[in-house]
């Protein structure tokens, strides 16, 4: 290589596109041959007397830059000067492509011009002076020189556009990369930047290409097919192990199809070398007759050992997403019913695929089976039973991805298919009656279906059916290790149309499969029986029903005959046993055998509480009616040992209802259980409790009395009381109580106690006592309540006497003060008020039931003429007009006023309807028809109008439908509104 030395004299901005054959001296402000003009040229009187100034950089960004095109420059020389203000920097930076810059060298230029010299390493085809900041001033260069070597030209097939050509026939065309420009490898490929192209047009040949180096030059040879450069894609990349020698690549050209070559080191850098290629071509093996699905070789029942191979076979995706070579052939038949075998048999030179698929036609299919044994060689086999006249296709290749092909036989033979179940399909279900027994059933031959609502079953299975009976029936299914079946009990309408009522797959690998419930009457089941899981598997079992009668169904099974649950009521004993099946989705808690029970809120907070017997209850509230039922929540806090409560403010007038039974929604269970309510009362005006037994303040109406345990009642006790107190009451002791007396209405009383406000949190504590003298003398404890915690709660005591008093001690835990509340149903047990139903309106002649509590539970009602009786506590009243009844009764309590009485009023509503007179309608005129009384809603016929007075403008006969505030209707008198004719006018002549 020649070398180089330039004396350059450049301004600011300028590019040299090449590098010019000579060039001295300073520079006079004409470019040199070959130089081209970069940004503005700026020539100024030489500063430093030395000369002419060749270049001067103002401005931070500006700089002088020197293309040398393949050129090397090894260093660089000129003279610098700043000027005394100049405060910045500038440096001499280095490329090899004019994209990503090297600094070398950082000026620290002076005052004076100075000479400076720099070594520019290998490689460096771009320079550039860059001016990298600047605050005042500028710099000048002059007198620059470049010494380097000059190049040879790239080879003339460095771009793809220039590719040579490489026509069969080639033999050792000798080729390089040297000098060769950077590029991006093509398609991805992992080679070096440095690179050259062939091209050839497929002529449907089959092609070998190959390419020879030295071990200086480890090449890589890429072979790319496409339809123009930069559109292509890889069609092998061969690059031995070996450090040198051949690459080579043979394969079946399409015809008119462009391919590349593409010749560079064989990993990423900048080496290069020279290597020879070839290119021979032959003609193309003949591919075998079924080489593509549309010309597949039939394959007939009784074809023994027919040869075929994959050799000289075109590449095509392998069908239905097959994992094998993409290199194989195809065979075919119809399906005839009968059960067939295929088999395949190669060496161990060609280890081989079988896929059996099934479709309408080429390229419309599914893989039916894909065989492919362990072994590397040997026999693909699959039996199976054929549809009449369904399509099948058979698939050879490689297992796996590549090229590999090689030779194979291929068999088919078929034999009569077996007799499948009679009860193979769901429309020949088996009957399975009660006090079936053991019957012998199997899967074995039967046809393959889609498991019902997806059960996730074998696909060959058999079917059984019956028909409900509303007796409990057990099914029950037994079969050996060999065959680890599920059982699929399913309801419906039809074949196809049900739903899995349980799936049995016992966890052991065989056994009995059982489950029990109570069928519907009238409902349709079926039994399927598969193996557990997908796959082919069959086998043999035995299936058995049993049915015994269902027990009697709780009185509250459905919603419309719901219990009443009023306040006061406590461990009301209820049962799930015998219950219907009945759907109540969306609770996860409550399963579908169950019970109700409803009541009517009054405004005031209620509490449900119900403890299963053993059996772990759930519950759901809803609030509407039976047909229109709302949710409210879903209650499932403890185990079977467990109270399960919930707390609401029940609201005043509206119907609730509730539902309980098992807490698991996917089981059967059912069992006993008892269920509470209570209400807390208002507190209402009453006395205080006495501070001594003494005493103690009688109460007539224990509900809703109130008070405190405050720090004003003193200790009151005396050795008997402390003591049963102590007894009774878990070592507890009197602080701060009170006394209350009362007069038990039956043997049992149940108080409800709501605590607030204590100021310690300790609550409260309660005793019920009887004492011949109050205030000393033997006690006889009925009941001790003590939750040692500020709490609500309920004490009972058994054993009293009706028409007896007893007393009740109150008393705040460790001297807590504390408000309270007590409840006191008529279910309570405690003699209390007569407390009658709500007012009511009925129409005119309807009737209304009217019930009562409290009282000793005998009454007495006035007026009783539009009873039905004049006593008990429920009686319906039929009254003609608005009418008071008064209900009396005793209380049994001598310390309260004998007599208690309470009063209901039914308002009857008999609204009326007259349409007022009205004036005569005249042809082609209007009339108004009015109805009285006003405040009313209204409904004209005919016409449908809903106003008071209507206008009427035709005949006919009109009435009016007046509905009152209470819902209550009257019709009116009918009118007849006829049309009177206008009179006509006659002009008489004159005589």
């Known amino acids: 290589m020649a070398a180089l030395l330039l004396m350059a004299g450049i301004a600011f901005g300028q590019?040299?596109?090449?590098?010019?054959?000579?060039?001295?001296?300073?520079?006079?402000?004409?470019?040199?041959?070959?130089?081209?003009?970069?940004?503005?040229?700026?020539?100024?009187?030489?500063?430093?007397?030395?000369?002419?100034?060749?270049?001067?950089?103002?401005?931070?960004?500006?700089?002088?830059?020197?293309?040398?095109?393949?050129?090397?420059?090894?260093?660089?020389?000129?003279?610098?000067?700043?000027?005394?203000?100049?405060?910045?920097?500038?440096?001499?930076?280095?490329?090899?492509?004019?994209?990503?810059w090297t600094t070398v060298q950082v000026l620290s230029l002076t005052t004076t011009a100075t000479l400076y010299t720099q070594a520019i390493s290998g490689g460096s085809r771009y320079?550039?002076?860059?001016?990298?900041?600047?605050?005042?001033?500028?710099?000048?260069?002059?007198g620059i020189t470049f010494t380097g070597t000059s190049c040879s030209s790239a080879p003339t097939n460095d771009l793809c556009s220039g590719a040579t050509n490489l026509p069969c026939g080639t033999t050792n065309l000798a080729g390089t990369t040297v000098n060769s420009v950077s590029e991006t490898p093509p398609a991805s490929a992992s080679t070096s930047n440095y690179g050259v192209w062939y091209s050839f047009v497929g002529d449907g040949q089959s092609t070998t290409i190959s390419s020879t180096s030295t071990s200086a030059f480890d090449h890589e040879m890429v072979v790319l097919t496409g339809s123009a450069c930069g559109s292509y894609s890889i069609l092998s990349s061969q690059d031995g192990p070996s450090d040198y020698g051949t690459e080579t690549y043979t394969f079946t050209t399409v015809n008119s199809q462009q391919y590349y070559v593409w010749i560079a080191y064989f990993t990423t850098g900048s080496t290069t070398g020279t290597f020879t290629i070839s290119r021979s071509c032959v003609a193309a093996p003949t591919p075998p007759a079924n080489d593509h699905c549309s010309n597949a070789t039939n394959l007939p029942c009784g074809t023994t050992n027919l040869a075929g191979t994959t050799a000289n076979s075109a590449s095509e995706t392998p069908p239905a997403s097959a994992s094998t070579s993409n290199y194989g052939v195809w065979y075919s038949f119809i399906g005839d019913g009968q059960s067939t075998t295929i088999s395949s048999?190669?060496?161990?030179?060609?280890?081989?695929?079988?896929?059996?698929?099934?479709?309408?036609?080429?390229?419309?299919?599914?893989?039916?089976?894909?065989?492919?044994?362990?072994?590397?060689?040997?026999?693909?086999?699959?039996?199976?039973?054929?549809?009449?006249?369904?399509?099948?296709?058979?698939?050879?290749?490689?297992?796996?991805?590549?090229?590999?092909?090689?030779?194979?036989?291929?068999?088919?033979?078929?034999?009569?298919?077996?007799?499948?179940?009679?009860?193979?399909?769901?429309?020949?279900?088996?009957?399975?009656?009660?006090?079936?027994?053991?019957?012998?059933?199997?899967?074995?031959?039967?046809?393959?279906?889609?498991?019902?609502?997806?059960?996730?079953?074998?696909?060959?299975?058999?079917?059984?059916?019956?028909?409900?009976?509303?007796?409990?029936?057990?099914?029950?299914?037994?079969s050996t290790s060999a065959f680890d079946h599920e059982m699929v009990i399913l309801t419906g309408t039809s074949c196809?149309?049900?739903?899995?009522?349980?799936?049995?797959?016992?966890?052991?690998?065989?056994?009995?499969?059982?489950y029990t419930f109570t069928t519907v009457v009238g409902q349709q089941y079926y039994v399927w029986i598969a193996y557990f899981t997908t796959g082919s598997t069959t086998?043999?079992?035995?299936?058995?029903?049993?049915?015994?009668?269902?027990?009697?169904?709780?009185?509250?099974?459905?919603?419309?005959?719901?219990?009443?649950?009023?306040?006061?009521?406590?461990?009301?004993?209820?049962?799930t046993v015998g219950a219907a099946f009945e759907s109540v989705s969306g609770c996860s808690n409550v399963n579908n055998y169950g019970v109700w029970y409803m009541f009517s809120g009054s405004g005031a907070p209620t509490t449900l509480s119900i403890l299963g017997n053993s059996f772990d209850v759930g519950f759901r509230l809803y609030s509407g009616t039976c047909s229109s039922l709302s949710s409210m929540v879903c209650i499932d806090d403890y185990g079977s040992s467990g109270t399960e409560s919930y707390s609401f403010n029940a609201a005043s007038g509206q119907t609730y209802f509730l539902y309980v039974s098992h807490y698991d929604n996917t089981a059967s269970t059912t069992g006993t259980f008892v269920v509470s309510r209570t209400c807390q009362p208002s507190c209402s005006t009453n006395d205080p409790a006495g501070n001594t037994c003494a005493l103690a303040e009688p109460i007539c109406d224990l509900n809703g009395y109130c008070g405190n345990t405050s720090s004003s009642y003193t200790v009151n006790t005396w050795t008997e009381l402390s003591d049963q107190f102590?007894?009774?009451?878990?070592?507890?002791?009197?602080?701060?109580?009170?006394?209350?007396?009362?007069?038990?209405?039956?043997?049992t009383v149940t108080l409800e106690?709501?605590?607030?406000?204590?100021?310690?949190?300790?609550?409260?504590?309660?005793?019920?006592?009887?004492?011949?003298?109050?205030?000393?003398?033997?006690?006889?404890?009925?009941?001790?309540?003590?939750?040692?915690?500020?709490?609500?709660?309920?004490?009972?005591?058994?054993?009293?006497?009706p028409g007896n008093i007893y007393y009740l001690m109150i008393d705040g835990y460790s001297g807590d003060d504390c408000d309270y509340v007590i409840?006191?149903?008529?279910?309570?047990?405690?003699?209390?008020?007569?407390?009658?139903?709500?007012?009511?309106?009925?129409?005119?002649?309807?009737?209304?039931?009217?019930?009562?509590?409290?009282?000793?539970?005998?009454?007495?009602?006035?007026?009783?003429?539009?009873?039905?009786?004049?006593?008990?506590?429920?009686?319906?009243?039929?009254?003609?007009?608005?009418?008071?009844?008064?209900?009396?009764?005793?209380?049994?309590?001598?310390?309260?006023?004998?007599?208690?009485?309470?009063?209901?009023?039914?308002?009857?509503?008999?609204?009326?309807?007259?349409?007022?007179?009205?004036?005569?309608?005249?042809?082609?005129?209007?009339?108004?028809l009015t109805t009285n009384p006003a405040g009313q809603s209204y409904l004209w016929s005919p016409g449908g109008q809903n106003t008071q007075s209507i206008s009427v403008n035709s005949a006919g006969t009109y009435s009016v439908t007046v509905t009152d505030s209470n819902n209550c209707s009257a019709q009116s008198n009918a009118v007849n509104v006829s049309v009177v004719t206008n009179p006509s006018v006659i002009f008489l002549s004159p005589p």
């Open 823 to 928: 409840g006191a149903t008529a279910l309570s047990g405690v003699n209390i008020p007569v407390t009658a139903s709500s007012d009511v309106s009925i129409c005119a002649g309807a009737s209304t039931t009217l019930t009562v509590s409290g009282g000793n539970g005998n009454y007495n009602w006035s007026p009783s003429s539009t009873l039905n009786s004049s006593s008990g506590s429920s009686v319906v009243a039929t009254p003609t007009q608005t009418t008071t009844y008064t209900i009396t009764s005793t209380t049994g309590n001598p310390l309260c006023p004998q007599t208690t009485e309470n009063q209901v009023t039914v308002t009857v509503s008999n609204p009326s309807a007259v349409i007022s007179s009205f004036n005569p309608l005249c042809e082609n005129s209007t009339t108004i």
């Open 539 to 575: 086998g043999t079992f035995t299936i058995s029903r049993s049915c015994t009668l269902a027990p009697t169904p709780p009185a509250n099974d459905q919603c419309s005959n719901a219990t009443p649950l009023p306040c006061g009521t406590y461990n009301l004993a209820g049962t």
């Open 345 to 478: 048999t190669s060496t161990s030179a060609f280890d081989h695929e079988m896929v059996i698929l099934t479709g309408s036609a080429c390229g419309s299919y599914s893989i039916l089976s894909s065989q492919d044994g362990p072994s590397d060689y040997g026999t693909e086999t699959y039996t199976f039973i054929t549809v009449v006249g369904q399509q099948y296709y058979v698939w050879i290749a490689y297992y796996t991805t590549g090229s590999t092909t090689g030779t194979f036989t291929i068999s088919r033979s078929c034999v009569a298919a077996p007799t499948p179940p009679a009860n193979d399909l769901c429309s020949n279900a088996s009957n399975l009656p009660c006090g079936t027994t053991n019957l012998a059933g199997t899967t074995s031959n039967s046809a393959s279906e889609t498991p019902p609502a997806s059960a996730s079953t074998s696909n060959y299975g058999v079917w059984y059916s019956f028909v409900g009976d509303g007796q409990i029936t057990t099914i029950s299914s037994t």
């Open 726 to 747: 102590y007894l009774n009451g878990n070592g507890a002791s009197i602080e701060n109580n009170s006394f209350l007396s009362f007069v038990a209405g039956a043997s």
């Open 15 to 100: 590019v040299v596109n090449s590098l010019p054959s000579s060039f001295g001296g300073d520079w006079d402000g004409t470019y040199p041959s070959g130089w081209s003009q970069f940004g503005v040229v700026s020539q100024t009187a030489n500063p430093d007397g030395i000369g002419v100034n060749c270049a001067a950089l103002n401005a931070t960004g500006e700089y002088i830059a020197i293309d040398f095109s393949c050129n090397i420059v090894t260093s660089v020389s000129f003279y610098g000067l700043k000027t005394n203000t100049f405060a910045g920097s500038i440096e001499i930076q280095t490329s090899s492509n004019n994209t990503n």
């Open 127 to 142: 320079i550039r002076f860059y001016m990298t900041s600047r605050t005042n001033g500028r710099v000048e260069l002059d």
């Open 496 to 514: 196809a149309s049900y739903a899995i009522v349980t799936s049995q797959d016992d966890p052991s690998d065989y056994g009995t499969e059982t």
């Open 753 to 801: 106690v709501y605590v607030s406000n204590c100021y310690w949190g300790d609550g409260i504590q309660m005793m019920i006592f009887g004492a011949a003298t109050c205030g000393s003398g033997p006690v006889t404890t009925y009941a001790v309540w003590n939750p040692e915690i500020e709490t609500d709660g309920i004490i009972t005591a058994t054993g009293l006497t």
